[in-house]
């Protein structure tokens, strides 16, 4: 149980063009999703929550105009980078926040999505 | 462009031996741990969770302790295997259910 799916795990674009990013809770029902940032050799950097049927919040410095989020329903949340440029180049990483085994909800990650912008 | 990428502690181990992978939190109105691991190119995998009320936790060759006095939670893994072989985050959260990840500790396991 407990898994997360991401498409597409691997996206190649242009400069000023953008690409979407949707993430699936595939077992259960996430009201909450988050989504993070991953340089290499770094931790995990979170970007937003994403809660279901409201508007998602983003951490400071997240420019929330160049990541679009939306989390249409229990299963799915998506990130939409608008405009991209090559220092949007990384890897994006959503998790969704569901029943975990000691009676606290745990995050859950999906496989990641490398986004390379030429 | 992106940041310069971090040297990431090392941990190396042979294979069959424990491994003990350390974190040190800084919140201490965290209440809730979790430890991950990833491999490279994939997202982060739950390996196990502990609540403040608790100071150990065991599950499948995996054991968290949780300290608080001292502010540290660490990762045993027994008889230590080549698939074990990632990089290992600890994670801490609160009621807000956003979580602050560790800098994370690369495992090597030697054949």
């Known amino acids: 149980g407990a898994v997360v799916s991401q498409h597409p795990s691997r996206v190649i674009c242009k400069s000023g063009t953008s690409v979407k990013i949707e993430c699936r809770s595939l077992?259960?029902?996430?009201?909450?999703m988050f989504w993070y940032r991953q340089f290499p050799k770094q931790s995990l950097m979170l970007m937003a929550t994403s809660n279901e049927g409201s508007k998602a919040t983003y951490e400071q410095g997240v420019e929330k105009d160049k990541f679009l989020i939306n989390h249409a329903s229990l299963t799915l949340s998506t990130l939409t980078v608008t405009s991209a440029h090559p220092e949007d180049s990384s890897f994006y990483i959503c998790?969704?926040?569901?029943?975990?085994?000691?009676?606290?909800?745990?995050?859950?990650f999906g496989p990641g999505t490398r986004l390379t912008v030429l | 462009g992106e940041s310069v990428g971090l040297h990431l502690p090392t941990l190396s181990v042979q294979e069959g031996d424990n491994s003990i992978i350390n974190c040190a939190y800084s919140?201490?109105?965290?209440?809730?741990f979790i430890w991950y691991k990833q491999e490279s190119g994939k997202g982060p995998q739950f390996i196990i969770d502990?609540?403040?009320?608790?100071d150990k936790r065991q599950g499948q060759r995996v054991t968290v302790l949780l300290n608080k006095t001292v502010k540290h939670l660490s990762l045993q893994i027994a008889a230590t295997q080549p698939g074990d072989s990632a990089v290992y985050f600890c994670a801490e959260g609160s009621g807000t259910y956003k979580y602050i990840f560790g800098t994370g500790t690369r495992l090597k396991v030697l054949a």
């Open positions: 919140n201490s109105a965290s209440d809730y």
């Open positions: 998790s969704a926040r569901g029943g975990g085994t000691i009676g606290i909800d745990t995050q859950y």
């Open positions: 077992d259960f029902q996430a009201t909450t």
């Open positions: 502990i609540r403040s009320n608790m």
